[in-house]
């Protein structure tokens, strides 16, 4: 592989978040060598596998955790952002029962006022920071508004149905995150809290149901945003051919250029079922970063995927003109200026 062909792999391989299967990162671990050889730019960490929530995954207790991320940390000299879904309550990797902190939901706390919500946000950040955690993929700034969403309102992830008590909630978490050297991430852009699918599992049409008041939370928490996770729910009214994850219009044309977002986009897990039902490898990652994400992800949940496999074919499209190099250079400045945030 010559220099110009590597450098342009490593800047793609930047872009990506996987997911692995193992509680360490030793040499002989498929993950080491997605680091160390391809120069992947993040991991997520799951406590247990999809289809056996019996199996430790990733997390076993607090020793074992800490272990695996600087053992992860250690592999390059490059900054590696090490991400988990630790929302709170019944979205949450590290549990009471694992070793890790008892943890209340969105509804939960926006019950119990500021200050609690306070300290509860301190206690989570602190542990992210002590366990080597520097991404967490909350708070989630759907407004609860149908009372039918098995994905949202019923695991009670809703802070409420208003964006006033939704954007001061995930405000605190937010704050408290930032003041532990752990990012925090927005989601799910445009809104998923009207809809009543689940993305996991299939197409998700919002069409009907969404209104601009979701974007109410984004608008308000913008000036301090430095990552939002995008949905891939489908609105005609926004874009009537793609869900937002790969959409132009919903990336680009209302989050970039309508509210006057530059942080990082990162897609939602290009795994899940409504992706993957209706999209190859090839159209998902072409569509997605030509609409302007920055971190694509393959969380390895719900599907196989190997990292040198998506760089490869991310390389051919740049090199057929399919996607533009600029473009991922653009990303990559995005994902350095986060990097300085940890």
């Not at 056996?52 to 955790?65: F, G, T, Y």
């Not at 995005?334 to 990097?339: S, W």
């Amino acid at each position: 592989m010559d220099t110009i062909e590597l450098e342009l792999k490593n800047k793609i391989a930047k872009m990506l978040i996987v997911g692995f299967d193992t509680l360490k990162a030793d040499k002989e671990d498929y993950i080491y060598k997605c680091i160390k050889e391809y120069k992947v730019g993040g991991v997520i960490l799951f406590d247990k596998f999809y289809n056996d929530r019996e199996k430790a995954k990733n997390i076993k207790n607090p020793a074992q955790l800490k272990k695996l991320t600087t053992e992860l940390q250690n592999i390059n000299k490059e900054k590696l952002l090490i991400s988990i879904d630790q929302e709170g309550g019944r979205i949450a990797r590290l549990k009471q029962e694992d070793g890790f902190s008892k943890t209340l939901s969105a509804k939960g706390l926006a019950s119990l006022g500021e200050e609690t919500s306070r300290k509860h946000y301190t206690s989570i950040a602190s542990e992210l920071q002590n366990l080597g955690v520097n991404v967490d993929f909350a708070p989630l700034v759907d407004l609860g508004l149908n009372k039918e969403s098995d994905v949202i309102y019923k695991l009670d992830r809703a802070y409420g149905d208003d964006a006033e008590t939704v954007s001061k909630y995930a405000e605190i978490f937010m704050d408290e995150l930032a003041n532990h050297k752990v990012i925090s991430c927005l989601k799910h852009f445009p809104g998923h809290g009207s809809a009543k699918g689940d993305s996991h599992e299939g197409f998700v049409d919002a069409t009907t149901t969404w209104s601009e008041l979701e974007l109410e939370p984004y608008k308000k928490l913008l000036y301090k945003t430095k990552m939002i996770m995008t949905a891939h729910v489908f609105n005609k009214n926004l874009d009537d051919k793609y869900p937002a994850t790969l959409s132009y219009n919903t990336n680009t044309k209302l989050l970039r250029e309508k509210l006057g977002y530059d942080g990082v986009i990162i897609g939602d897990d290009l795994q899940m079922g409504a992706i993957k039902e209706h999209y190859s490898n090839e159209e998902a990652l072409k569509l997605s970063i030509n609409s302007g994400v920055d971190l694509v992800m393959y969380c390895n949940q719900l599907g196989d995927d190997k990292a040198e496999d998506i760089i490869d074919i991310i390389y051919k499209l740049v090199i057929n003109g399919e996607i533009a190099q600029e473009r991922i250079e653009e990303s990559n400045k995005r994902i350095d200026r986060l990097l300085s945030e940890i």
